[in-house]
């Protein structure tokens, strides 16, 4: 086999560092992911080492040079870190800001006092999708059990039927909806468009959080009628506090960044003048980052002021709200990595290659292959990295909407039927005291609900837009 012997380049710019055939290549993408299986359920080994050793043997058995395969993986990690590692950690500080000030209860309480009987699934399904803006799911999990427990036991709820609209909401944010990292690692990989994406995404996260939220949990509490279990029923932030944030104030601190970063998408679309004065400044304030930012210097006045935080609070505020995001950024930076090692050994152009023969839709493609490598490992982060990296090639040739189409339905596979090794089946599963059955027969249920249901209208939308 002959081996191409070339420079690393950038991420965007990348050559094939081996020029195995496509046999091999597909050997060596089967085994490149078994390994990161295995580790994952067998050994119980970190994302992170596990990411990191199936690159190399990926790299390893498609015949590339090691020295090559190592490259390729620490200059996508590099790249990735450094494309949603500063999102990733203002979300972070913006979260842990949200819930150390009492602002999510504030949210959670306003809600509640307005809504009861019937109502409540809905008011559940909304609480989880605006607190699930900017919070990480298992964050979002352990502030949100709290009021569904208290919700299920003070009102004679069915569990079920308060706790599957919260966990829909928090689910469909996660996996849908940036700022979360999934989607902002897939929109970095396939260069969508972050404010497009995120337009879409809203869209299809209503109609998917509807279904798999208050409609399926009345099929839910049927399945599974279990009482709120006292034991879980955790102190809540503000029962500490004196005084806390208003809605109001709260709300607006949350939204911002998600308004400001859509409103830059419009601007592109109704002026397209990259010269225009107007445009220049929305592409600046709508930028994730300066958009995030904006969010958590806001929640300063908005949220912790408020709440009576001085300023030698806030420094050790940030540290708590980084120190549990760790793990998550070496993982999201790992699958980054295992992406750029996909690329250079020609993988992305092998599927791209394949592809032009099958009928089978790209984006069809990208949701099979992203619900593979969740029922696999478990993670839907490594499912979106992993997914990304294999159909970003596809998007080459797509426009600007059918490429955010793609990063979504990347996203709605990795959520397909969470089961024994998701940390977040086990998550649920303690918190409501359920045993296994019963968390496959809601959350699990659940989880394919949103895939499914998410897929099917992404591709809906590619045949109209």
């Known amino acids: 086999m002959t081996r191409l012997s070339v420079e690393m380049l950038a991420a965007d710019t990348v050559a094939p560092i081996t020029s195995a055939g496509h046999a091999q290549l597909g050997i060596a993408v089967l085994a490149g992911i078994a390994v990161i299986v295995v580790l994952i359920t067998q050994f119980k080994l970190h994302a992170f080492l596990s990411l990191t050793i199936g690159s190399l043997a990926l790299g390893a058995i498609a015949g590339a040079p090691l020295d090559k395969v190592i490259a390729s993986f620490t200059t996508g990690l590099g790249t990735t870190v450094a494309g949603v590692g500063v999102l990733i950690a203002l979300g972070a500080i913006l979260g842990k800001m949200l819930a150390d000030s009492g602002g999510a209860d504030q949210i959670v309480d306003t809600i509640l006092a307005k809504a009861g009987g019937r109502a409540m699934p809905w008011a559940m399904v909304l609480i989880a999708s605006v607190i699930g803006l900017p919070l990480f799911f298992e964050v979002g999990v352990v502030l949100l059990i709290p009021v569904v427990l208290m919700v299920a036991k003070r009102?004679?709820?069915?569990?079920?039927?308060?706790?599957?609209?919260?966990?829909?909401g928090l689910s469909v944010m996660h996996g849908l909806v940036p700022p979360h990292p999934g989607p902002l690692v897939a929109i970095d990989a396939v260069k969508a468009n972050l404010g497009v994406?995120?337009?879409?995404?809203?869209?299809?996260?209503?109609?998917?959080?509807?279904?798999a939220g208050p409609l399926f949990s009345k099929v839910a509490a049927r399945w599974v009628d279990v009482p709120a279990p006292d034991r879980m029923l955790p102190q809540r932030a503000s029962e500490e506090l004196e005084r806390r944030p208003g809605f109001g104030a709260t709300l607006a601190t949350i939204l911002l960044p998600v308004v400001l970063m859509l409103s830059k998408a419009l601007v592109d679309i109704v002026i397209d003048d990259p010269t225009n004065l107007t445009q220049r400044v929305f592409d600046v304030i709508g930028s994730p980052l300066i958009a995030l930012l904006a969010a958590v210097l806001l929640g300063i006045f908005t949220l912790l002021r408020p709440a009576g935080f001085g300023k030698e609070r806030l420094t050790p505020l940030v540290e708590k709200g980084l120190a549990p995001i760790a793990g998550i950024l070496l993982i999201v930076g790992a699958g980054g990595g295992f992406k750029q090692t996909l690329i250079d050994t020609g993988v992305g152009q092998m599927i791209l290659d394949i592809s032009k023969d099958w009928s089978i839709p790209a984006l069809l493609l990208a949701w099979l292959i992203a619900v593979g490598i969740r029922l696999a490992t478990g993670s839907a982060t490594v499912a979106t990295?992993?997914?990304?990296?294999?159909?970003?090639p596809l998007a080459a040739d797509m426009s600007t909407t059918h490429t955010a189409l793609l990063v979504l339905a990347i996203g709605a596979g990795s959520l397909f039927f969470s089961h024994v090794?998701?940390?977040g089946f086990w998550l649920v599963?303690?918190?409501?005291?359920?045993n296994v059955g019963q968390t496959i027969k809601t959350w699990s249920v659940m989880e394919t609900i949103i895939s499914v249901v998410a897929g099917g209208l992404v591709l809906i939308l590619s045949l109209v837009i």
């Open 155 to 168: 009102g004679n709820y069915s569990l079920m039927r308060i706790g599957i609209p919260a966990l829909a």
């Open 197 to 211: 994406t995120l337009a879409l995404g809203v869209l299809i996260a209503i109609p998917t959080v509807i279904i």
């Open 385 to 392: 990295v992993s997914a990304a990296g294999l159909v970003a």
């Open 421 to 423: 090794n998701d940390a």
């Open 429 to 434: 599963k303690e918190y409501f005291g359920l």
